[in-house]
T-cell receptor, first 117, second 111 residues
Framework: GAGVSQSPRYKVAKRGQDVALRCDPI?????LFWYQQALGQGPEFLTY????????KSGLPSDRFFAERPEGSVSTLKIQRTQQEDSAVYLC???????????????FGPGTRLTVL | DAKTTQPNSMESNEEEPVHLPCNHSTISGTDYIHWYRQLPSQGPEYVIHGLTSNVNNRMASLAIAEDRKSSTLILHRATLRDAAVYYCILHQGGSNYKLTFGKGTLLTVNP
């Protein structure tokens, strides 16, 4: 079946521009996560949704970052007034929230590489 | 989340076994040990997880020390497609859903 998809795969933005990154999770997956991965580093958690509810946004680095999932499926990560330090790969992951023992497996998309000039 | 320590890099030859170590001396009783890997230009993918007993699946085996302060991911016959960054992560499950990644181990597989 289809996995997690993200678009665009690559985005180049001029400093100060707003960008929107899209994530299509696996159909039926309740949980959705956004992570940020800087070059040479592991992914870092940004925010978590359970259906349309944003239950954890503790990882969002500033108020320029905003995420939404209005209908509990597709999610959009928006970055306003982009800065050079926002350059990174943005990963989306989904899971089925089966409350599996030991934690649910997260399925990741290929990521969106954002470059801010 | 408790912290894990992994070597920055390891090298292996094709078709030989690979043992990737992970130290987690501050692991709590409710922490599960998860392994994910990330191939070049892809998102991470789940490999295996366990609590106390050794685990096997089609991708790998996970050997967990008796005191649970360390574990080893075992790839029985490395292929060129196994070249990736391997992350060892402690995960409580339940209400703690996010994954906390370290830098992982970059595995190079030589033909």
């Amino acid at each position: 079946g289809a996995g997690v998809s993200q678009s665009p795969r690559y985005k180049v933005a001029k400093r100060g521009q707003d960008v929107a990154l899209r994530c299509d999770p696996i159909s039926g997956h309740v949980s959705l996560f956004w992570y940020q991965q800087a070059l040479g580093q592991g992914p870092e958690f940004l925010t978590y949704f359970q259906n349309e509810a944003q239950l954890d946004k503790s990882g969002l680095p500033s108020d320029r970052f905003f995420a939404e999932r209005p209908e509990g499926s597709v999610s959009t990560l928006k970055i306003q007034r982009t800065q050079q330090e926002d350059s990174a790969v943005y990963l989306c992951a989904s899971s089925s929230l089966g409350r599996a023992r030991g934690g649910d497996t997260q399925y990741f998309g290929p990521g969106t590489r954002l470059t801010v000039l | 989340d408790a912290k894990t320590t992994q070597p920055n890099s390891m090298e292996s030859n094709e078709e030989e076994p690979v043992h990737l170590p992970c130290n987690h001396s501050t692991i709590s009783g409710t922490d599960y040990i998860h392994w994910y890997r990330q191939l070049p230009s892809q998102g991470p993918e789940y490999v295996i997880h366990g609590l106390t007993s050794n685990v096997n699946n089609r991708m790998a085996s996970l050997a967990i020390a008796e005191d649970r302060k360390s574990s080893t991911l075992i790839l029985h016959r490395a292929t060129l497609r196994d070249a990736a960054v391997y992350y060892c992560i402690l995960h409580q499950g339940g209400s703690n859903y996010k994954l906390t990644f370290g830098k992982g181990t970059l595995l190079t597989v030589n033909p």
